[in-house]
């Protein structure tokens, strides 16, 4: 099976900097995503990682550890529309699908 | 590119009848499609996963005779709620797999599909 965990809530203020981290135990490990969904929304794709290091993209950037199961997502200058819940995913290649993990709520005050 | 659709939005219906909702990948084929369920200020929860011209593969705990699934095509699934009661009540997405161009293995949201049983 898979276990992933994430902090449940983070608060942060506006222009700050913010990282999320998400550790995981898979078997056929084949790639790691950052999903965002606003309250009521669905999810919608933010990053893939499936080799070690930092992938920048804007003011998002998501890095990965294989070998420690780790990850974290780090959101620059934050903005108040960045208040959301983030959410890991892991991709197996044995199951065929991807493990959520159950996001962690971001709330991003003035 | 990546677009994925969704039909109904939202949908109000009586207890015991029959529900189905569309999810179309607009811009790819996606091999595989995926049903989840969400309660408010849950975490997603996979119903099953679907692949084009096979039977679906339901998670444990979801009855497949009660959420009836098909994926006919490599851009169209559907998923029916038969005879929904009120703890049917949530909020459906669906989320597709294919060559969208983007990394491998993304899935893709459709804008899920709120339903409210009475």
């Known amino acids: 099976g898979q276990n992933i965990d994430q902090p449940t809530e983070m608060t942060a203020t506006e222009g700050a900097i913010v990282q999320i981290n998400c550790t995981y135990q898979t078997s056929g490990f084949n790639g790691l995503f950052w999903y965002q969904q606003h309250a009521g929304e669905a999810p919608t794709f933010l990053s893939y990682?499936?080799?070690?290091g930092l992938e920048e993209k804007g003011r998002f950037s998501s890095f990965l550890s294989r070998s420690k199961g780790y990850s974290y997502l780090l959101l620059k200058e934050l903005q108040m529309k960045d208040s959301a819940s983030y959410l890991c995913?892991?991709?197996?290649?044995?199951?065929?699908?991807?493990?959520f993990g159950d996001g962690t709520t971001l709330t991003v005050k003035p | 590119g990546a677009v994925v659709s969704q039909h109904p939005s939202w949908v109000i219906c009586k207890s015991g009848t029959s529900v189905k909702i569309e999810c179309r990948s607009l811009?790819?084929?996606?091999?595989?499609m995926f049903w989840y369920r969400q309660f408010p200020k849950q975490s997603l929860m996979l119903m099953a996963t679907s692949n084009e011209g096979s039977k679906a593969t339901y998670e444990q705990g979801v009855e497949k005779d009660k959420f009836l699934i098909n994926h006919a095509s490599l851009t169209l699934s559907t998923l029916t709620v038969t005879s929904a009661h009120p703890e049917d009540s949530s909020f459906y997405i669906c989320?597709?797999?294919?060559?969208?161009?983007?990394?491998?293995?993304?899935?893709?949201f459709g804008p899920g599909t709120r339903l409210t049983v009475l």
């Open positions: 989320s597709a797999r294919g060559l969208a161009g983007g990394p491998q293995n993304t899935q893709y």
């Open positions: 811009d790819f084929q996606a091999t595989t």
């Open positions: 995913a892991v991709s197996n290649a044995n199951a065929g699908k991807s493990t």
């Open positions: 990682n499936v080799l070690d």
